[in-house]
Antibody
Framework: EVQLVESGGGLAQIGGSLGLSCAASGFTFDHFAVSWVRQAPGKGLEWVSIISGAGLSTYYADSVKGRFTISRDNYRNTMYLQMNSLRAEDAAVYYC??????????????WGQGTLVTVSS | QSVLTQPPWASATPGQTVTISCSGSSSNIGSHTVNWYLHLPGTAPRLLIYSNTQRPSGVPDRFSGSKSGPSASLAISGLQSEDEADYYCAAWDDSLNGWVFGGGTKLTVL
C-alpha cells in the first residue's frame, strides 16, 4: 500500500525554525518527484516546493524561497522540509504529495494526512 | 489572490450535474495539463482528474474533466451527498516555475 506519513509539526516562534519529515512506503521512492503543499487556516491549498526523484533539482514557491529547503534521503525513503525564518503566514497544515511520475508536470496521486505547523510570537 | 480562478461556491441538488470552472493563463493552463483534487477538511486531498480528462482508478465516471485554451472545468453528474467537499484545480506555471492551485470551490449538495 502506498503511504506517506508526515511528522515534525508543532509550535515554533516567529523567526524560528522547524523541520518536517515525510516517510514514504509502498513504492519505489526515488522514481518519483515529491512535493510539499500547505493549507493555512481558512485558506486553500498552496504548493510550497518540489524535489526530483534523484534529489538533484528543486523548485520553490516565491513565498518560501530563501527560507525553506527541501531535501530527500532515498535510502531512508524520506523527504524533508527545513523551515527557517518562520513567519505568521507560514502557519498551516503541511502535506507531502507524491507525483505520478518523475516529471515535474505530473499530478499528485498520493497525499499524506498532513502535519500542523503553528507559528506564534 | 490565486493564480487560477475558481468560483468560491457551487451548489446543486442530488442527481443533478454541477460544473466547476478554472480559469488560468497561457503560462499555466494554456501550456500544461490540469489536475483536479477533492479535499475534505482534516483529511488527505485526493486526486480526481489528471491530464485534463483522465480518472485515476477508483474515481467514479460521474467525475469528468475538460480543458479549452487557458480554462478548464470539472463536471460532476448524478450528484450525491458524499460529493460535498472542496474542489481544487492545479497546473504547472512556466512563469513561476512551480505549481499553482485555484482558490478552491466549496460544493454543497442541497
Amino acid at each position: 500500500e502506498v503511504q506517506l506519513v508526515e511528522s515534525g509539526g508543532g509550535l515554533a516562534q516567529i523567526g524560528g525554525s522547524l523541520g518536517l519529515s515525510c516517510a514514504a512506503s509502498g513504492f519505489t521512492f526515488d522514481h518519483f518527484a515529491v512535493s510539499w503543499v500547505r493549507q493555512a487556516p481558512g485558506k486553500g491549498l498552496e504548493w510550497v516546493s518540489i524535489i526530483s526523484g534523484a534529489g538533484l533539482s528543486t523548485y520553490y514557491a516565491d513565498s518560501v524561497k530563501g527560507r525553506f529547503t527541501i531535501s530527500r534521503d532515498n535510502y531512508r525513503n524520506t523527504m524533508y522540509l527545513q523551515m527557517n525564518s518562520l513567519r505568521a503566514e507560514d502557519a498551516a497544515v503541511y502535506y507531502c504529495a507524491k507525483s505520478r511520475s518523475s516529471s515535474w508536470f505530473s499530478a499528485f496521486d498520493m497525499w499524506g494526512q498532513g502535519t500542523l505547523v503553528t507559528v506564534s510570537s | 489572490q490565486s493564480v487560477l480562478t475558481q468560483p468560491p461556491w457551487a451548489s446543486a441538488t442530488p442527481g443533478q450535474t454541477v460544473t466547476i470552472s478554472c480559469s488560468g493563463s497561457s503560462s499555466n493552463i494554456g501550456s500544461h495539463t490540469v489536475n483536479w483534487y477533492l479535499h475534505l477538511p482534516g483529511t488527505a486531498p485526493r486526486l480526481l482528474i489528471y491530464s485534463n480528462t483522465q480518472r485515476p482508478s477508483g474515481v467514479p465516471d460521474r467525475f469528468s474533466g475538460s480543458k479549452s485554451g487557458p480554462s478548464a472545468s470539472l463536471a460532476i453528474s448524478g450528484l450525491q451527498s458524499e460529493d460535498e467537499a472542496d474542489y481544487y484545480c492545479a497546473a504547472w506555471d512556466d512563469s513561476l516555475n512551480g505549481w499553482v492551485f485555484g482558490g478552491g470551490t466549496k460544493l454543497t449538495v442541497l
